[in-house]
């Protein structure tokens, strides 16, 4: 199986393509594609940029000309939920978009021609995902000391919604305005909802797993450029380690 792997920032994507061996670089649409192998898994691992539009067409590149049969999409949110706190990682079950609004044509979420306000991932996904975070949080003790050290303990792993726009949210009107009206919401992003309607158009299969770096609100722009540059991609790496190991086994069985 070939994966596409993603993130919306080069500094959630440095250490996973590092870590591909046997890269073959190819370019196309500004973005640049590393196809190799992560832990014996193929891979073609990119970074996609901020936004809803740039995130689209890179996982549709991904999936036509690439041929992947899978998107992981990693990279860091704000939480939404006030359950969360920087450091825990959240699963997401259903994505939405959450700056989509047609009315008075259709419901405020609904996404044109698909009667759907939300794009769920299949159960079997988000389960193998979980495992995989689980054993994260179990085996990499070295890692949690690290960031023990940058008062990060504690970390907690969630699995619910995640709300997409083409917004940096950063003040505590909006997340409690987005908290209000779509309460299932745990973290808000940029990019997930739009990979999933992509994902969801050409049936491919889709997880999205997002890492807490603030809390949505005046602090966010601060917090969240410094947890992405000190261990966005260290939670990365490991996630798709522990990720890979598990369904590199689930095939030898």
């Known amino acids: 199986m070939l994966l596409g792997l993603m993130g919306a920032m080069p500094e959630e994507m440095n250490k996973i393509i590092a870590a591909i061996s046997n890269k073959e670089i190819i370019e196309r649409g500004g973005r640049l594609y590393y196809k190799g192998k992560l832990y ?3 891979v073609v691992a990119v970074f996609s940029r ?3 539009v740039a995130a689209a067409t890179t996982a549709t590149n991904l999936i036509v000309e690439f041929g992947v049969e899978k998107i992981v999409f990693t990279g860091i949110a704000g939480a939404i939920s006030p359950d969360l706190s920087i450091g825990d990682i959240v699963i997401a079950q259903h994505l939405f978009q959450h700056d989509m609004d047609a009315r008075p044509l259709m419901r405020r979420f ?5 009667g759907k ?3 769920e991932v299949p159960s079997v996904h988000v389960e193998t995902m979980q495992k995989a975070v689980h054993n994260f949080l179990k085996n990499n003790e070295k890692f949690r ?6 008062n990060i303990a504690h970390i907690q792993m969630h699995i619910g919604d995640a709300a997409s ?10 997340r409690n305005a987005l908290l209000r009206d ?12 739009a990979v999933a309607q992509v994902c969801d158009d050409y049936s491919v299969p889709v997880i999205i797993v997002r890492v807490i770096s603030d809390s949505a609100d005046e602090s966010a722009s601060v917090s969240a450029m410094n947890f992405v540059t000190q261990h966005a991609g260290d939670y990365s790496l490991a996630i798709l380690k522990e990720y890979f190991e598990l369904i590199t086994k689930s095939k030898s069985l």
Not at 145 to 150: D, I, M
Not at 165 to 174: A, E, I, N, R
Not at 182 to 193: D, F, Q, R
């Open 50 to 52: 901020w936004g809803k």
């Open 40 to 42: 014996g898994q193929e």
């Open 110 to 114: 609904e996404i044109p021609l698909t």
């Open 165 to 174: 726009g083409d917004q940096f949210v950063s003040d505590k009107k909006t």
């Open 117 to 119: 306000t939300s794009f």
């Open 145 to 150: 000391t690290k960031l023990a050290e940058h």
């Open 182 to 193: 779509l309460p299932s919401v745990l973290c808000v992003e940029m990019e997930g909802a």
